[in-house]
């Protein structure tokens, strides 16, 4: 099983550049999240989705914008890619039990994105 | 913000020694979980804790969630060192579905 796909895996943009990260999962998740990690700053969600068609903003979002058109597929958007936004971008994706029980969250295995 | 506090933020290890590190919070937790990053690599679940007081081995890997559901502790017994990595603490509320993460306690082999 793949579990969690991340694309790319580098990537190297110049201030004001856009980009989009892609983020495939094959295990029927609902949910799906956008993480960035930063040295000293742990793991920050940037955005995550319940569901298909759904999106809503997590602890740091401005810069950012997801899209959740498939169940499978999570996106991550910069418009206008600033050197702050240099980070490596984590997806991560889990079930939905009705009982509010989790087991835990799959992470692909990250997106080193530099802006320069 | 963030709202788990782990400690330490950085150890060395030497091989055969045990290793411990907590987690810490304000608030009640009705889950929490530790997760090991290997350079390079996404988190990966090594424990996962649901009952207040409970204690969960894997491997030589030994987690408890604390009494208070506020704290969690895990510690690694005869550490090698392939034990080198970043460990992160995450706590789960009942609302929701997200994970608070903690800043991670990251495990370095002594020189």
């Known amino acids: 099983n793949a579990g969690v796909t991340q694309t790319p895996k580098f990537r190297v943009l110049k201030t004001g550049q856009s980009m989009t990260l892609l983020c495939a999962q094959d295990m029927n998740h609902e949910y799906m999240y956008w993480y960035r990690q930063d040295p000293g700053m742990g793991l920050r969600l940037i955005h995550y989705s319940v569901g298909e068609g759904t999106t809503a903003k997590g602890e740091v979002p401005d810069g950012y914008n997801v899209s959740r058109l498939k169940k499978q597929n999570f996106l991550l958007g910069l418009e206008s890619a600033a050197p702050s936004q240099t980070s490596v971008y984590f997806c991560?994706?889990?079930?939905?039990?009705?009982?509010?029980?989790?087991?835990?969250?799959?992470f692909g295995s990250g997106t080193r994105l530099t802006v320069v | 913000g963030q709202q788990l506090n782990q400690s330490p933020q950085s150890m060395f290890i030497q091989e055969g020694e045990d290793v411990s590190m907590n987690c810490t919070s304000s608030s009640i937790f009705n889950t929490w979980l530790w997760y090991k990053q290997d350079p390079g690599e996404g988190p990966v679940l090594l424990i996962a804790l649901y009952k207040a007081g409970e204690l969960t081995s894997n491997g030589r890997l030994t987690a408890q969630f604390g009494i208070t559901r506020k704290d969690s502790f895990l510690n690694i017994s005869a550490s090698i060192p392939s034990d080198v990595g970043i460990y992160f603490c995450?706590?789960?509320?009942?609302?929701?579905?997200?994970?608070?993460f903690g800043g991670g306690t990251r495990v370095l082999v002594k020189p």
């Open positions: 995450a706590g789960h509320k009942a609302a929701g579905n997200k994970l608070t």
């Open positions: 991560a994706s889990s079930n939905n039990v009705p009982t509010g029980v989790i087991y835990g969250y799959t």
